[in-house]
């Protein structure tokens, strides 16, 4: 399973650090990701890191601002959001993937909210 924290409310400026523990195994043998659900909206994709932390990914819009990383011996990822904006309230949620290209192990979220 997998445990996000590290949730708040911030003002807009401001920044948080999530934390995702995982206790699935071998943490190695998984790709960490980060999505956020806005109220009223999708889910969306926020960054990714592979296995040994070597690759990441992150969508256009929040590179600059948002990044992740992993520790693998303490199994947990992180995801350091920096300059938060109103728009970025959400609730984030951590997911793994081990040999596949679908996210099947999902974690709680935390809930992020931004005040302008």
């Known amino acids: 399973q997998l445990q996000a924290s590290g949730g708040g409310l911030v003002q807009a400026g401001g920044s948080l650090r999530l934390s995702c523990v995982a206790s699935?195994?071998?943490?190695?043998?998984?790709?960490v990701g980060w999505f956020r659900r806005a109220p009223g909206k999708e889910r969306e994709f926020v960054a990714a890191i592979a296995e040994n932390g070597g690759e990441t990914y992150s969508t256009h819009s929040m590179k600059g601002r948002f990044s992740i990383s992993r520790d693998n011996a303490k199994n947990t990822a992180y995801l350091q959001m920096n300059n938060l904006k109103p728009e970025d309230t959400a609730i984030y949620y951590c997911?793994?993937?081990?040999?596949?290209?679908?996210?099947?192990?999902w974690g709680r979220g935390t809930q992020v909210t931004v005040s302008s």
């Open positions: 997911a793994a993937r081990g040999g596949s290209l679908v996210w099947n192990i």
């Open positions: 699935i195994g071998a943490f190695t043998n998984y790709v």
